[in-house]
């Protein structure tokens, strides 16, 4: 589901935490998805771990998708 970065920042950084949490939540949820939502989801979370800055109306966004998918 897309590769992370291995560095100190990163670990510590708060986006860091987010894209790791969502990362996780998809796939803790993802036996309980249909296909077409499964693969929403991965583009969900590709999109926010290859972004650089994640701004509040990105995040509150994926969020939201994110709550109405679970």
Known sequence: MGKTKK???YKLS?????KRSVKNKVEE???FLS???AHSMKKMVA???NSEVI???VL?????KFDRWL
Do not use: F, H, P
């Not at 708060?14 to 987010?18: K, N, S």
């Open 29 to 31: 949820n993802i036996c």
């Open 47 to 49: 999109v926010i771990e």
């Open 14 to 18: 708060i986006t860091g935490m987010i």
């Open 35 to 37: 296909r077409i939502e």
């Open 60 to 64: 509150s966004r994926s969020a939201k």
């Open 55 to 57: 701004r509040g109306s």
């Open 7 to 9: 560095t100190n920042a």
